[in-house]
Nanobody, 125 residues
Framework: VQLQASGGGLVQTGKSLRLSCAAS????????MAWFRQAPDKERELVAG????????YYKESVKGRFTVSSDNAKKTVYLQMDTLEPEDTAVYYC???????????????????WGTGTQVTVSS
């Protein structure tokens, strides 16, 4: 499985960006995909996650109400709509995927198996 993230950029505080993560390869009976981010000198953190079953969608507390994760299973693509961006959202954003029945119906977002290259998001104040 290969992942390609895109959509990052430089925006001002309060603006929006939409990240996309396209998966290629066999995703079998289902999958879970997640967005992580890593800011300079900080550990990588889970931002949002979604599975093909649509169950157990996850959001980091600080992005609830501002970020929306969605998926297009036919296109094997997951999106992260980021609204009302803040300087604290500045980071490299990574997408990750885990495949299989368990991933689809009981996703464990901290156990993602495949990772894509990151896309830089910079929010200026």
């Amino acid at each position: 499985v290969q992942l390609q993230a895109s959509g990052g950029g430089l925006v001002q505080t309060g603006k929006s960006l939409r990240l996309s993560c396209a998966a290629s390869g066999r995703l079998f009976s289902g999958y879970a995909m997640a967005w992580f981010r890593q800011a300079p000198d900080k550990e990588r953190e889970l931002v949002a996650g979604i599975s093909t079953s649509g169950e157990k969608i996850y959001y980091k507390e600080s992005v609830k109400g501002r970020f929306t994760v969605s998926s297009d299973n036919a296109k094997k693509t997951v999106y992260l709509q980021m609204d009302t961006l803040e300087p604290e959202d500045t980071a490299v954003y990574y997408c990750a995927v885990d495949v299989g029945y368990c991933a689809a119906y009981s996703p464990y977002y901290y156990g993602m198996k495949h990772w894509g290259t990151g896309t830089q998001v910079t929010v200026s104040s």
